[in-house]
């Protein structure tokens, strides 16, 4: 028998060995430890060595425990009361809190003295995921109380079983109405069928839905997105809705941005060729003709200019309107920008139903606009091309419809013009222009001519006019009436200008040198080159490198400059004019605002436009036109400059008038800066 209590416990300690995960401690009747496997190793710290012989109650149990503990242990050992098995809070070697599920077990040994086995497990693993339940349980709590979107717990047939909503105001009726019922029993049609959809989508699928939805609350309509998740191990569905009503209008608002015209609302350039492309879709399937309009309004500037930005927009807006009334509810009226708008007409009967359209717009705009109590008259020129015969792109129809218009242009305004080869042939050479012009200056192909200037009553050359003459090896002879319009656009004119300047001045200096006498010679201006803020600085330079004294040089500044009407204009020419440079008003007589700009500016020179000089010999008007324009500058202390002179009877009557000085054919085309050297006049003097 002793033996095999004796085998019993050894059995038994060999098991306990064996298994880490479990801490078994023996002690005997004066709870001495008498037993310490690897487990209570583990799980205490202790070692068996630092253990064995030592009471328990002084290795792992709480100060606060140990009376209760003895206690327990001697009602076990003396009367038999069974300690039983609970959670406790025991201590490890470092003084640390361990988590237990201690059970008990009392042995006798072969000399029939009593052991107590005590196993513990460690709960620190169940105690940290009890925890973390508590935790997510907590987190989850806290989310949902601070998330306003709306949830809903479903069954499979819809059933709506539990619900909880953030924001109380987005539920669409209140839970006593919809706790037990369809979700789409509740929803208004279009919604229901919608929401109905995605949910046995996601049922059948396994997976998320989602949609965008909107409804009308008592609080005013509000948009909202619906995320349907199938939980197929529990066969419910879980439904988040969420209130994005912010959301889409700040979406709708970068939309409007982005395809809209923020002054006319119209679609800008974006979207209008955005529709164009689908609509030439569409054509090529059915073979129907699409046309697009491309409006410019004429002298539009003149009004931004005279009265002021803020009447311009008004005057868009207006125009947008009108626009939109003209055309049918399939076409699209679209603004590029400025003052040029777009109209695109798809399935078109023929080219005929274009010019119906075109003269429609042209009468809407007959009508005066009305705009802060005045009346203005505002004309329209208008580009038309046609797909498939004028383009079959978007970009291609735009261009050449924008050719059109310039076209239109030409033939005077307030009128409308076709997309033919030959304006193709036109917007070609100007592309052609422009490449070559892009290294002109570095190939050395440009050179300076000089047209002079005579004193009408001497019949003395007083100076030149300076023109730029371009000869390009394929092009060959390009005229300025082409090139300088290209320059202008592509900033090029900046560095031909000063290149102009430098080539003047330094024959300037040779001519003087050679006659020894003084002359001036005149360099045209262009809008673009007032805005090199470097020009002032450039022209001090230049005066100062070439010996010119500044009163030599004259500055020829058309209309078209000063309507730009920026400060920076006006800066530039006070500063010429403090400069001591001369500065003649070109061209005058052909715009609308010059009396006004011979006020406001400094000028030293009025040149009458070649348009006027070549009728004064034939027509009364102009010649009467030309008698006041020379009285008026004379008043003003300026010179009178007539360009264009052609004939001996001109001459003669331009001095009658009492007109300063002339240029022009009948003394001399303009000719390279050696043949003006060696010029004799050979015209007499009137």
Known sequence: MLLHQAVTRDAVHQLFDAVKAISVQGYDADRRVVYWNVGSELIYGYTREEALGRTLEELIIPEHMRDIFIADHENWVGQGIEIPASELTLRNKSGEDVSVFSSHILFADEYNKKEMYCVDIDLAEVRQAQAQVVFKENMLKAIFEAT????????????????????????????????????????????????????????????????????????????????????????????????????????????????????????????????????????????????????????????????????????????????????????????????????????????????????????????????????????????????????????????????????????????????????????????????????????????????????????????????????????????PDEFIPIAERTGLIVPIGEYVVKQALSFLGDWQSVHQKNYTIAVNLSPRQFRDKKLIDFIKKSLNDANIEPERLEFEITEGVLMIGNSYVDGALAELHKLGVKLSMDDFGTGYSSLSYLRKYSFDVLKIDRSFVSGITLKKSDCDLVKATIAMAHSLGLLVVAEGVETREQLTLLDELGCDLAQGHYFSQPVPAKELIDFQCTANRP
């Open 148 to 479: 306003p979107d709306l949830f809903f717990l479903i069954k499979e047939d819809g059933t709506i079983i539990d619900y909880h909503a953030g924001d109380k105001k987005n539920l669409y009726v209140l839970p006593k109405y919809f706790i037990g019922k369809t979700i789409w029993g509740l929803l208004p049609g279009k919604v229901s069928k919608k929401f109905r959809s995605h949910f046995f989508k996601a049922i059948r699928q396994g997976g998320v839905s989602s949609f965008e939805c909107e409804l009308s609350m008592p609080h005013g309509l509000t948009y909202f997105e619906a995320r349907i998740i199938y939980l197929k191990a529990d066969k419910k569905v879980v439904v988040i809705a969420r209130d994005i009503t912010e959301q889409h209008k700040a979406a709708e608002v970068i939309r409007k941005h982005a395809y809209f015209d923020n002054l006319t609302l119209l679609p800008n350039r974006f979207l209008s060729l955005d529709r164009l492309s689908q609509m030439l879709k569409d054509a090529k399937r059915s073979a129907d003709n699409v046309a697009v309009l491309f409006l410019d309004l004429d002298d539009f500037k003149k009004v931004n200019d005279s009265l002021g930005h803020k009447t311009g927009d008004k005057l868009l807006v207006e125009a947008a309107n009108r626009l939109k009334l003209a055309v049918r509810e399939s076409d699209t009226v679209g603004r590029l920008g400025g003052d040029e708008f777009i109209i695109l007409s798809q399935a078109l009967i023929s080219c005929h139903s274009a010019i119906d359209i075109a003269e429609k717009l042209l009468g809407i705009f007959r009508e005066p606009f009305k705009i802060d109590g005045r009346e203005l008259v505002l004309t329209v020129s208008i580009g038309i091309a046609i797909y498939p015969e004028n383009g079959d792109c978007a970009s291609d129809l735009l261009r050449n419809s924008d050719t059109a218009m310039y076209q239109a242009k030409a033939l005077g305004r307030n009128a409308y013009s076709f997309f033919t080869k030959e304006m193709n042939g036109i917007m070609l050479r100007r592309l052609e222009i422009e490449e070559h012009l892009n290294n002109a200056l570095e190939r050395e192909e440009f050179e300076v001519y000089y047209q002079p200037k005579f004193d009408i009553k001497s019949g003395d050359i007083i100076g030149a006019e300076a023109l730029l003459r371009w000869h390009n090896p394929i092009l060959g002879n390009v005229t």
